[in-house]
Structures are given as structure tokens and as C-alpha cells.
T-cell receptor
Framework: NAGVTQTPKFQVLKTGQSMTLQCAQD?????MYWYRQDPGMGLRLIYY???????DKGEVPNGYNVSRLNKREFSLRLESAAPSQTSVYFC????????????FGPGTRLTVT | AQSVTQLDSQVPVFEEAPVELRCNYS??????LFWYVQYPNQGLQLLLK??????LVKGINGFEAEFNKSQTSFHLRKPSVHISDTAEYFC????????????FGPGTSLSVIP
């Protein structure tokens, strides 16, 4: 079991460029999440997907789009990157049955110049 | 919609002293509650969770938390801290009616002083 994997680990973009962050989980979890972490602000929910084919906005969705490609994969896209999107991005998934545990990926450190 | 407050952004404490990290939440329905720890330059690790049942929850590394519904709090405690407990601690909440949406607090930085 690889758990939750994210690619890339690091990325530097110029303002206006686009990119997609990839996330995959091999634990057969239904729900998947994208968070951003900024100093002093904790983790803020960007988007989440309760099941394959559904996505919902979180606390800070502006400037992002997501795709739940299948049960395993949940990608986050920045169409036109801005310096305010410099952050560490975490993907997560949840198993609810009986245990309710959220598993996190290792994170992607994104810098927008 | 739910929200989480962690009033103490930084907590310094001497080694072997007790510590309490405060967490308050806001929600109009019943909730699930969690504490996570993040060591420097690492990912998040679940410390403990409250889903139902006993309001006193024991977690890993000697931590425990108590759910207080009337005060909408879920404070984290440890009777004697170690240097290795130096980390960022996050409280999180999920509403039972929409339990897929998990919201985190801003975090508390615990520094253990030798």
C-alpha cells in the first residue's frame, strides 16, 4: 500500500502559468480532499470529493479547479497561477467505515514568482 | 458551516511540565473531532479522534482530549511533555450531517524548552 501519493513534490511557476497537481490513493477510499497550508493559517480546504463523480467547494476554492478522474485519483488545477497561491498543498483521503481516519499525502511545495 | 478556533498560536512549556492546547468549534449539529500533529518538515499524523461514546479520548504519545459539548471544546492535554513533542498541533472538525467536509483550525505551535 502506497497510501496517498502526490506529484510533484516541488514546483516553481511564473505568474500566469498553469499546472495540475496529481493525487492518488490505493486504499479504496470514497472521499478525497485538497488543502493548502500557509503559516499561521493552518490547513484550509480548497475542494473535496465525497465520491467518484462529485466535487464540492471548500473554504478557499477561488483560482482552482478539480477533477475526480476515478475513485483513485483527484487532481487540482491552477489555470493562471498567482503569487498568492504560493503554498504547500496536501491531498488527503478518508475511510469512514467504523474508523473515520483521514490519510494525508506528503505535500507539494509550490512557489509562484 | 463549521469552524474551528485555536486561541493559542504558540505555547512554550518546560520539559516534563503539563500542557493543554485549546480547541473550540462552532457547529449547529453534532460533530466528529480530531487532533493532528505535524513535526517540522513532515506531513500530518492523527493523534486522536472523538466519534462517539466516552468524552475522554486517549491517543498516541500520551496525549488525551476531552469533548465538552456544552462548551463546544475539545482541548488536548499531556501530563508531562518531552522535547520530542515540539511540533505544530491542529484541531479539526467534521459535521455528522456532512461528514465529508473536514475543517482545520489555524494550529498551535508547541515548543518544549529543555
Amino acid at each position: 500500500n502506497a497510501g496517498v501519493t502526490q506529484t510533484p513534490k516541488f514546483q516553481v511557476l511564473k505568474t500566469g502559468q498553469s499546472m495540475t497537481l496529481q493525487c492518488a490513493q490505493d486504499m479504496n477510499h470514497n472521499s478525497m480532499y485538497w488543502y493548502r497550508q500557509d503559516p499561521g493559517m493552518g490547513l484550509r480546504l480548497i475542494y473535496y470529493s465525497a465520491s467518484e463523480g462529485t466535487t464540492d467547494k471548500g473554504e478557499v476554492p477561488n483560482g482552482y479547479n478539480v477533477s475526480r478522474l476515478n475513485k483513485r485519483e483527484f487532481s487540482l488545477r491552477l489555470e493562471s497561477a498567482a503569487p498568492s497561491q504560493t503554498s504547500v498543498y496536501f491531498c488527503a483521503s478518508i475511510i469512514r467505515q467504523g474508523r473515520y481516519e483521514q490519510y494525508f499525502g506528503p505535500g507539494t511545495r509550490l512557489t509562484v514568482t | 458551516a463549521q469552524s474551528v478556533t485555536q486561541l493559542d498560536s504558540q505555547v512554550p512549556v518546560f520539559e516534563e511540565a503539563p500542557v493543554e492546547l485549546r480547541c473550540n468549534y462552532s457547529s449547529s449539529v453534532s460533530v466528529y473531532l480530531f487532533w493532528y500533529v505535524q513535526y517540522p518538515n513532515q506531513g500530518l499524523q492523527l493523534l486522536l479522534k472523538y466519534l462517539s461514546g466516552s468524552t475522554l479520548v486517549k491517543g498516541i504519545n500520551g496525549f488525551e482530549a476531552e469533548f465538552n459539548k456544552s462548551q463546544t471544546s475539545f482541548h488536548l492535554r499531556k501530563p508531562s511533555v518531552h522535547i520530542s513533542d515540539t511540533a505544530e498541533y491542529f484541531c479539526a472538525v467534521a459535521e455528522r450531517t456532512s461528514y465529508d467536509k473536514v475543517i482545520f483550525g489555524p494550529g498551535t505551535s508547541l515548543s518544549v524548552i529543555p
